[in-house]
């Protein structure tokens, strides 16, 4: 006999009389509607896979907690930074960027490092990849770059003649292409790659005073990365590569940490410093800017369950606490609108409400309804603003700090246009040996570009940054260094 405490059940918590055959009109007739299990199954079948998102797609995620081990309140006044020995509950969701939620883990490709810090004053996201800086600059760009790293339309294939021909276009890009086709563009697992949180941001302090900051975790376990014939040959074995070492590794108790530095710039800097502060293509000096240690995170948990916590966790840069606000980086003001908007489409607008993404102390606003919301939805409190019911008000002292702006409403570029210094720099802090492997991985990348226009115009940029850089390309896919790059040189 069935056990009654552990009895199948509907949706709708009706025990299930037959959960092998449908309902039919004799043993040969047709299935009949009145099956009413049956349709719930198939319906919900049907509806099992949200969206998968549109970059990011496939990830891996763990729990952990973020300890402050230096004391910063001088620059800001987050809670969760308040006093050193203090711990966070954290949750880390690590992804490849370009490839579908099936593809392989060890494909070269950036990986996102997106963080939700649970503190007392609410969710903090810090949204970034393992690479410091960005292809582009402005998030006007975003799709087109996106589309040259998906499917061609036609022919349903990657595409390198658009990845190279949207790159050869967007001179910007070539810092992050250095940064990719070196030995960084394939980490070796999840725990063996530092992450970035890539943009500039403000820290505010409790007397108002603002700077300008740049976050680095840095990995404890040590970066390591893996050669294009081993990362080819595991993608064949085991595409889930990544996401089994993540968990296997926190499952035996091996847990991973990081460290947490920041670089902080004194908001006055950002007018004169030789680089823009803004530009997410270009880093800071760590000699201007020395890294400063903040604390600690440490995985320790496993997700129970894959689609709740890692499926459904949604991130956004927009996510933030008093103490931390944001800067005038183009690809950021672009990011803090589309990764809410692209969970509010994917999960639904109530995403923020799911256990993995619920603050750990109670909210308080007047939003209500919408889909797949699953609490008491206010209740019978005020659901408006001004009210005189004793509704939830504002914190006048945690608005975002306030900041000058000036200058004619346009659509105007960054007045820094130095694409080719920090690259030549990064190719040229390169051993012999990584510079070899950086140029086969160009060259083996660039061969199948349809067009030697392409690829003359992606060399001229690689010589504008190193002349042996471009020089080396160019040999490598038979062409010859374009002559007037060299007279202006």
Not at 141 to 166: E, G, M
Not at 336 to 344: H, I, K, P, Q, T
Request: charged share 20%; proline share 6%; aromatic share 12%.
């Amino acid at each position: 006999m069935t056990q009654h405490n552990n009895r199948l059940t509907t949706s709708w918590g009706a025990p299930v009389g037959d959960n092998q055959n449908s309902m039919t009109a004799g043993m040969r007739g047709p299935t009949l509607i009145q099956d009413v299990h049956l349709l719930e199954k198939l319906a919900h079948f049907n509806r099992e896979r949200v969206p998968e998102r549109v970059v990011h797609a496939k990830g891996a995620g763990a729990h952990g907690y973020f300890e402050v081990t230096n004391d910063l309140t001088n620059y800001t006044k987050a809670a969760f930074l308040s006093k050193v020995g203090k711990r966070t509950p954290m949750f880390i969701r690590f992804s490849t960027v370009a490839g579908e939620n099936g593809s392989a883990d060890t494909v070269r490709d950036p990986r996102g490092f997106a963080v939700k810090f649970y503190t007392e004053e609410g969710n903090y996201d810090l949204v970034g990849n393992n690479t410091p800086i960005f292809f582009i600059r402005d998030a006007i760009k975003f799709p087109d770059f996106i589309h040259t790293q998906k499917r061609h339309p036609q022919t349903h294939l990657k595409n390198p003649t658009a990845v190279w021909d949207f790159w050869s276009h967007s001179p910007e890009s070539l810092h992050q292409v250095t940064y990719l086709m070196g030995d960084r563009g394939i980490p070796a697992t999840y725990r063996h790659m530092n992450g970035y949180g890539s943009h500039t941001f403000k820290w505010v302090n409790a007397h108002g005073e603002a700077v300008w900051v740049k976050y680095h975790f840095k990995t404890e376990q040590g970066v390591q990365n893996l050669s294009e014939e081993i990362a080819a040959r595991i993608a064949g074995e085991n595409p889930d590569y990544h996401t089994e070492d993540l968990f296997n590794a926190i499952e035996n108790g091996e847990f991973p940490a990081w460290t947490l530095y920041v670089q902080i710039m004194p908001l006055e800097d950002a007018n004169t410093y030789r680089f823009d502060p803004f530009d997410v293509t270009k880093t800071w000096s760590h000699k201007d800017y020395p890294l400063i240690e903040v604390g600690r995170m440490v995985l320790d948990r496993n997700p129970e369950n894959y689609f709740a916590e890692v499926e459904q966790a949604t991130f956004s840069p927009g996510t933030l606490v008093p103490g931390i606000d944001v800067s005038p980086d183009k690809m950021l003001q672009g990011r803090l609108f589309a990764y809410s908007d692209a969970a509010r489409y994917r999960v639904g607008a109530n995403h923020q409400s799911l256990p993995i993404n619920r603050p750990h102390h109670e909210v308080k606003n007047y939003q209500r309804d919408g889909q797949m919301r699953h609490d008491s939805n206010g209740g019978g409190s005020v659901y408006y603003e001004p009210n005189s019911f004793g509704g939830p008000t504002e914190s006048p002292e945690h608005k975002q700090a306030p900041f000058p702006v000036y200058g004619m409403a346009d659509s105007v570029a960054y007045d820094h246009d130095d694409h080719y210094t920090q690259a030549g720099d990064l190719y040229r802090l390169m051993s012999a040996d990584e510079r070899t492997r950086l140029v086969q991985t160009i060259v083996n990348s660039m061969k199948p570009v349809t067009s030697d226009e392409i690829k003359l115009r992606q060399i001229r940029h690689f010589y504008k940054a190193d002349a042996e850089y471009g020089t080396r390309i160019a040999q490598g896919l038979g062409l010859p260094v374009p002559q007037e790059v060299k007279s202006s040189e």
